[in-house]
């Protein structure tokens, strides 16, 4: 019999099986797993983790571990038991409650979403932790806090902040609808951006995003800012030119908005943020990276550099990286583009100026990993061509690419941003820990790439065997293809 068919038949003969002994009661107990509890620990074989409704009440070797009586014994010999794994860098538009279960079929139990409509995004929370809707814990910000010319651009997700005042009462408003924290964005000005910070430091509200674009990383992560998303800021930080680079920028952000004044378009502001990180990136120093890397490794900052989505942008020439096989669960509202299409005919030498620029992304977080710098894994889903859940997988996979061991990988799915997030219940196995966990038929240490391999998911104690997961996609399948 397969270990999956040994396993299902012990759940089968459970009651008959199940004995009391001299430990706590079970709901369900996993035997003969080799465990990856996401702490330093590595892989310990031949371990029972027993669960009594949402919290892990015991774990010991198989046959050590005393345990009173048992509902459902699962036999997971050959398999690997890890955390439930997180997704930091989510925007659930488009998706909306069609993305909750394709993130719980590949194993993602939290999802961090980094702005959005408030009341969509509370409403799925609200829907999931009350058990009306079955998905992965939503984290909400809310609209992200940026500067007027983008919230005037964009509208929805947006929330104006020109100045330090305008700053506190955002954060105060979205204290009180009860966000899980917020999000800054690039163009934010500074004395909004530093009134935030301290706002949201006294209402105890993680603040996380981009590094502004006037204002040097140092700056942002000495003024507080919690996880930095993407890339952007970096090369600057990385340059001995940062100073006057930020400088520069600012002044050139200044002058154009006071010029258009309400005819203000994003184009140049972005094009103007582009043009100052190339400028950093020319100006690349090993030995101010390195510093760099090692100020930021001492502090309290984590880093979400979504690597899955600037490698797609930046390889979206090729027709294997612009479209996975995943894609047919994406239903066409859901299909968002951002950057550059790609062209239709592309030439080797776009295919080698893609290839480039991915090898140039990585590179501005190479002594970040030396350095023993906090990452965390995010997506930016759904950006194309990424897919709920699906696109966590190949971050790991990108994660690992760029310098983290598998375990460390695996940390920046789970125990690391549930430390960033202020999350204690979750993000280990470990006792009194919420039993938000993922068992799986391959070892993802031996190669990350077997995260992929999910056979059961528990999600606050409830178990989604590989049957229930199954009907899962082919629902979202078959929702996508009538759209």
Known sequence: MSAMGRMWAAVALATAACGRGDGPAASVAFEHVTLIDGTDRGAQANMTVALDGER??????????????????????????????WDLHVHLFGYKERALPL???????????????LKETGYLRQEVRFGRMLGPDVLIAGPVLDAPVVANAIG?????????????????SLARAGVDFLKIHSLTPPAAYFAIL??????????????????????????????????????????????????????AIDRYV???????????????????NDSGAAAYDSATAAEFARYAAERDVWFDPTLVVLHTQARSNE?????????KFAPKEARYEDGEPPKANP?????????????????????LVRAKAKFLAGTDVPVMPLVPGFSLHRELELLVELGLTPLEALQAASRNPAQAMGKSDRGTIEVDRRADLVLLSADPLANIANTRTVQVVVVRGRLLE??????????????????
Do not use: C
Not at 227 to 247: C, F, K, M, Q, Y
């Open 56 to 85: 892990i009440v015991a774990i010991g070797p198989t046959g050590k571990l005393k345990l009173g009586k048992v509902a459902n014994r699962i036999d997971a010999t050959g398999m690997y038991l890890i955390p439930g794994l």
């Open 103 to 117: 993130f719980l079929a590949n194993g993602v139990t939290t999802i961090r979403d980094v702005g959005g409509d």
């Open 156 to 172: 929805a997700g947006r929330y104006a902040t020109p100045t330090a005042e305008a700053g506190r009462a955002a954060v105060d």
């Open 198 to 251: 301290d706002q949201a430091r006294q209402r105890g509200l993680p603040v996380v995003g981009h590094i502004p674009d006037a204002i040097s990383a140092r700056t942002a992560i000495d003024s507080g800012l919690r996880t930095v998303e993407h890339d952007w800021g970096l090369a600057i930080a990385n340059s001995p030119r940062g100073p006057t680079i930020v400088a520069s920028l600012r002044a």
């Open 258 to 276: 006071a010029t258009a004044g309400p005819k203000a378009k994003l184009g140049p502001l972005f094009q103007a943020r582009i043009s100052a």
């Open 319 to 327: 027709p294997e990286v612009r479209n996975p096989p995943e894609l």
């Open 347 to 367: 030439t080797p030498a776009d295919i080698a100026a893609g290839r480039a620029r991915w090898e140039a992304a990585k590179h501005k977080f190479r002594e």
């Open 466 to 483: 590989r049957a229930t997961l199954d009907r899962l996609l082919q629902d979202a399948e078959l929702y996508a293809s009538q759209r």
